[in-house]
């Protein structure tokens, strides 16, 4: 499952199937990091990945997380994500990404700390 393109942040949020969502998010950002921005475990998310019922809360935070992190890797790759999630975000009052997620901030907070400045 490649990062999408020509389709909208709605496509990010609302489509596709958990499963692949989560598998895709591990195997780009790496599973330690997308349990802890969403908040759960890495059995749980082992569990979205492999196909099987979650509780909603983490299928909307997976699907969040999933938004700001293509987002992100749209134009640069899923390393620039990474990078992004995990270091102090001036626009976000020094914390990173990551950190807000986790403590359950919407994406939208997130992806504007992401648009640079023109």
Do not use: K
């Not at 908040?39 to 099987?52: C, F, K, P, V």
């Not at 009052?93 to 994406?107: F, I, N, Q, T, V």
């Amino acid at each position: 499952m490649g990062v999408p393109s020509g389709r909208g942040v709605a496509f990010a949020i609302g489509e596709g199937r958990l499963d692949e969502i989560a598998l895709w998010l591990t195997t780009n950002i790496g599973p330690r990091l997308v349990a802890y921005a969403a908040d759960t475990t890495r059995s749980d998310l082992a569990r979205a990945a492999q196909g099987m019922d979650v509780a909603p809360e983490l299928d909307r935070r997976l699907r969040c997380l999933y938004a700001v992190v293509t987002y992100v890797a749209s134009d640069d790759g899923a390393g620039t994500a990474h990078d992004f999630l995990v270091r102090p975000n001036p626009d976000l009052d020094g914390r990173a990404p990551a950190e807000l997620l986790h403590d359950g901030a919407p994406p939208e907070r997130v992806w504007m700390a992401a648009v640079p400045a023109f």
